[in-house]
């Protein structure tokens, strides 16, 4: 393979965070990845926003708390400008309304800075791949708050036909354990070891289930549950 293949092939990366030191160490980590490339580093909000339209990466690592701009923000900006740009929020705060707001502005996966860097690195494939990843405290977080929501609104009718698919394409009782352990946070391969399948055929699971409901990400599919849970 050359290496007009293996840079076509490479994930653009645009890292985002007010800590000088961090953003160095982040791409210097990054920089060893052969299919990764860092193309941009931003200190704050505004300039995360005005480099992800001039770039279009594929990927931006972005922190919450930042100068000027915070990273919910940018993160919502960005993914109402960059449909095609995926976020994963890597930040040290992971209080429940600030795991809901960056959830909710469009990011894909949400991240600790604690995270081993096998996490940081699968996870920034996952994303490019269009995988949300939540890890399962960060997913109950996301849940609870959903519950306390629909606790403090009336549920509509409407929230009870979200789960309902089109005739004929109801989810049969294996979809619909799946679709379960996918609102507990669950990741494919820890779904894969409960219901006795390959890894693969849940991920297969997973693409015919958002197909049937019509939900445009893993972490849809969990609301959906959750309401569905609610008014049942």
Known sequence: ???????????????VDDQPLLRRGMSLMLSFESDIEV????GDGVEAVDM???????????????????????????TTALPHTRVLVLTTLETDQTVFDAVRA???????????????LETIRAVHRGESRLTPQIARKVLDQFRRMSEVQPVQTAAASELEPDSGTALNEKEAEVLQLIAEGLTNKQIAGIVFLAEGTVKNYVSRIMGKLHA??????????????RVE
């Not at 293949?5 to 890292?15: D, F, G, K, S, W």
């Not at 193309?39 to 931003?42: C, D, F, N, P, S």
């Not at 469009?106 to 940081?120: C, I, N, W």
């Open 39 to 42: 193309v941009g580093e931003a």
């Open 216 to 229: 445009g990400s893993r972490t849809e599919l969990a609301v959906m549950a959750v309401r569905q849970r």
């Open 52 to 78: 992800a339209r001039r770039l279009r990466p594929d990927v931006v690592l972005m922190d919450l708390h930042m100068p000027r701009k915070g990273g919910v923000a940018a993160t919502r900006e960005i």
């Open 106 to 120: 469009g990011a894909l996966a949400y991240l600790l800075k604690d995270a081993t860097e096998d996490d940081v």
């Open 1 to 15: 393979m050359n290496a007009d293949t293996n840079n076509a092939r490479r994930i653009q990366v645009l890292i």
